[in-house]
């Protein structure tokens, strides 16, 4: 029987983007169920009753919940395609601590960015680029976070690329100047097609960002 797979979905969402990445990349058919927040489904409501947040992945009509939790079980379920974790269980945690580091970061409408103002805008900027700097030295001379091929720390991270733009924008930087081993990395998931086609282009989210800050009265 074949498996029945759904996605409860919200396109700009960076927690959503790892898991479409992570289906993508295993190559599971899955229905992707595109969420209105602002009115959520009852489906979503019963599927994930203590968050009421997407992602939410239902597989065969079980429920699984948060995005990380989530890239691990489809690894482990969907495992005649090269594993995203390491086998080793040092090199597995130390996966984890990163993609659990990258939680703060991913998350792009974060309201210190929708909302702030020049001043405010300038420290998240410069969190923004220490965090960059740790990530860049994680990621040394490698072609990939997961080493020669792409892994569940890249899976964790990529979504930040969807944000480059916005964060160059406000924090007046070039990511290509000041992180080229992160901008080379970017390029590099980019010209996968399992990549590129399951997160939004820049120049969509930088709209996006823009309009909620008109919306909220942000200068
Ligand atoms: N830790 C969760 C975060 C999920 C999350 O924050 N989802 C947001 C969208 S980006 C959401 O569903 N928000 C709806 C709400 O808070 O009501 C994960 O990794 O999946
Ligand atoms: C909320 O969603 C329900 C069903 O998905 C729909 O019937 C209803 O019109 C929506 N309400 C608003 C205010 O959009």
Known sequence: MADEVVLLDRWPSPYCMRVRIALALKGVICEIKDEDLSNKSTLLLQMNPVHKKVP???????????SLIIVEYI?????????????????????????????????????????????????????????LKLLEEQLGDKHYFGGEEL??????????????????????????DEFPKLFAWANRCLQKES???????QEKMYGLIVEMRKKLGVK
Request: overall charge neutral; aromatic content about 10%.
């Open 151 to 176: 892994g569940f720390l890249d899976v964790a991270l990529l979504p930040i690329i969807t944000g480059f733009k916005i964060r160059e924008i406000y924090g007046k930087f070039k990511i290509e």
């Open 75 to 131: 690894d482990q379920v969907w495992n005649d395609k090269p594993s995203l974790l390491p086998s080793d269980p040092y090199q597995r945690a130390h996966a984890k601590f990163w993609a659990d580091f990258s939680d703060k970061m991913v998350c792009l409408y974060s309201m210190s960015l929708l909302t702030s103002k020049r001043e405010e805008l300038e420290v998240a900027t410069k969190e923004f680029k220490e965090n």
């Open 56 to 66: 939410v992945l239902i597989h065969n009509g079980k429920p699984i919940c948060e």
């Open 195 to 201: 990549v590129s086609k399951s997160i939004p282009d």
